[in-house]
C-alpha cells in the first residue's frame, strides 16, 4: 500500500509532544546560529552566505547523481547575491544563475504563496534545454506519464515507489499547494518535514522533484529568520546521509495505512539539528580563515603560497607536509620546501616537534602573545557528534567540535590543546 493510497492521506498524525520537544531544541540552535551570524562584520556574513548557499546547491544535485563545478557554482552566487568582496575563480552560467535564482526565490519571498506558475518556473530553471540528461522531458508543466522510482540492473529492478498516477497528479498539488499556503498551524519546522514528504511523494515532475521539493521545505524554514538569509543547508546533510534518508522515506511511503508519520518527522528533524551543527563548524571555520588574512595582512605571499594556504583554510587537506605542498602547488619538492620554510620565518606556520622525515606544520591563525590571555579553563570534552574544545575566553564559555584528525593527533601529543585554541577559536580575535 502505498502512501496515497489511504484515504484522506494529506492528514497525518503523529507524536506532538515528541516532535514539538524535538523541534524546540532544534529550533534554539538555529536561532543561536542566527544570533553568531548577526554578530558578524558584513563581509563575513556575506562569505558565509556565498559558502552556504554553495554547499547547498552542490549537494542538492548530488543526491540525485550530478556532480557540478563548485567553483563555477559560488560564481554564480556571488554574481546572484551581489557580493562585491569574495573571490570567485570559476565560471558564472546563465544555467546555474537560474538555479541560484529559484533557491533564492523559495528562500527570500518565503511569504508569497506558491502556485503552478512558480512551480513551473523554477522546474525550466532547472532544465532550460528540454531535456534530463539525454532524454527529453516534459518541462514547465506536470508529468504526463506514470513513473517508479526504482534501482538495479535491467530485469532484477526493484521498484521503492510508485508515485500517483499522472492523472491525480493536478488534484493532488492543489490541494497541497492549498495546505502549504494555509498551514499555519503547524511549526515552520513540522511544515518543512511534512512539505518535503508530500511533494517527492506526489511526484509531479518528470525529473527534478528532489530539488524543487528541498527548495519548497526550505521556503517553510526561511520563516524562522524572516529570509535574512540561509546559514545552514539540509541537502548538505541528507546527501552525507543518504542512505538513511532514502530508507525512511520508503519505509514512510510503503507502511504509513494510519497516517502516522513520527517516525519521519523525528528523522527529519534530527537532520536538521545536524545539519545546523555542521553549519556551526563551517561557520568557524569561515571566521578563522577571516581572521587569518586580517593578521597576516602585511605579509607578502606569493599567488602560489596563497592558493595552496586557502586549500587548507578551506579545510580541503588536513596534513601540512612538503609533499602534499608540492602536490597542490604543482611544484618541485624542493620549491615547496622553500614556501614552507619563507611561512615559518613569517611565522605563519610552525613545525610539529619530534618529526625528522615528511615533516607536518600547524597554521598559526593568530598570535599567541596576544590571543591565549584571554583564555581561562581550557578542556576537551566529549560530546553526541565526537570531541569538543571547550574554554573560557574573557568571562563567556565557548564551544567547538575538531576533527578527528586534530583529537588523534592531540592524544598523541603532536597538537598541543593551546595550538587547537588557535585554530579552533581564532574567529573570538575579530569580538
Known amino acids: 500500500m502505498w502512501i496515497y493510497e489511504r484515504y484522506d492521506w494529506m492528514n497525518f498524525t503523529w507524536d506532538k509532544d515528541r516532535i514539538s520537544s524535538l523541534a524546540e531544541s532544534v529550533s534554539s540552535r538555529i536561532g543561536y546560529l542566527h544570533g553568531r551570524v548577526a554578530s558578524l562584520a558584513e563581509n563575513d556574513r556575506s562569505g558565509a552566505a556565498t559558502e552556504i548557499l554553495t554547499q547547498d546547491i552542490v549537494s542538492s544535485f548530488k543526491i540525485e547523481g550530478i556532480s557540478l563545478n563548485t567553483d563555477d557554482v559560488r560564481s554564480s552566487v556571488v554574481k546572484r547575491l551581489g557580493v562585491t568582496n569574495a573571490q570567485a575563480s570559476g565560471t558564472s552560467t546563465h544555467f546555474m544563475e537560474g538555479v541560484v535564482d529559484m533557491m533564492l526565490d523559495a528562500t527570500r519571498n518565503y511569504n508569497v504563496p506558491i502556485d503552478r506558475e512558480r512551480l513551473f518556473g523554477w522546474h525550466s530553471s532547472l532544465f532550460p534545454s528540454g531535456r534530463s540528461g539525454a532524454f527529453p522531458i516534459t518541462v514547465g508543466a506536470y508529468r504526463k506519464g506514470d513513473v517508479q522510482v526504482i534501482s538495479g540492473p535491467m530485469g532484477r529492478e526493484k521498484v521503492h515507489y510508485m508515485a500517483p498516477p499522472a492523472s491525480d497528479v493536478n488534484d493532488y498539488m492543489e490541494e497541497f499547494m492549498y495546505w502549504f499556503n494555509h498551514s499555519d498551524g503547524v511549526s515552520s519546522i513540522v511544515k518543512s518535514a511534512i512539505s518535503h514528504l508530500l511533494f517527492v511523494s506526489i511526484h509531479p515532475f518528470d525529473d527534478g522533484n528532489g530539488r524543487i521539493g528541498r527548495a519548497i521545505a ?150 599567541a602573545d596576544r590571543f591565549l590571555k584571554h583564555f581561562s579553563d581550557i578542556r576537551m570534552e566529549e560530546g553526541d557528534r565526537g570531541h569538543y574544545l571547550a574554554a573560557t575566553y574573557d568571562g563567556t564559555a565557548v564551544r567547538e567540535r575538531i576533527s578527528d584528525l586534530d583529537y ?4 598523541e601529543g603532536v597538537r598541543s590543546i593551546e595550538e587547537l585554541v588557535h585554530k579552533y577559536l581564532a574567529y573570538l580575535s575579530a569580538n
Open 218 to 367: 526550505d521556503m517553510a524554514l526561511a520563516v524562522i529568520d524572516g529570509g535574512r538569509g540561509r546559514f545552514f543547508s539540509m541537502s548538505r546533510e541528507i546527501e552525507k546521509e543518504k542512505k538513511d534518508y532514502n530508507a525512511i522515506l520508503e519505509k514512510t511511503q510503503r507502511f504509513t495505512p494510519d497516517g502516522n508519520i513520527t517516525p519521519w518527522l523525528e528523522w527529519y528533524v534530527g537532520c536538521l539539528g545536524r545539519a545546523v551543527d555542521d553549519s556551526l563548524d563551517i561557520l568557524s571555520g569561515i571566521l578563522n580563515k577571516s581572521v587569518f588574512w586580517r593578521e597576516f595582512s602585511s605579509e607578502k605571499f606569493s599567488d602560489r603560497q596563497r592558493k595552496v594556504l586557502n586549500i587548507y583554510l578551506d579545510g580541503k587537506e588536513a596534513k601540512i607536509t612538503a609533499q602534499n605542498w608540492s602536490k597542490f602547488g604543482a611544484v618541485s619538492l624542493d620549491s615547496a620546501i622553500r614556501d614552507i620554510a619563507d611561512l615559518v620565518e613569517k611565522g605563519v606556520l610552525t613545525a610539529y616537534p619530534g618529526r625528522v622525515r615528511k615533516v607536518e606544520y600547524a597554521i598559526n591563525f593568530v598570535k
Open 408 to 411: 588523534g593527533q592531540y592524544e
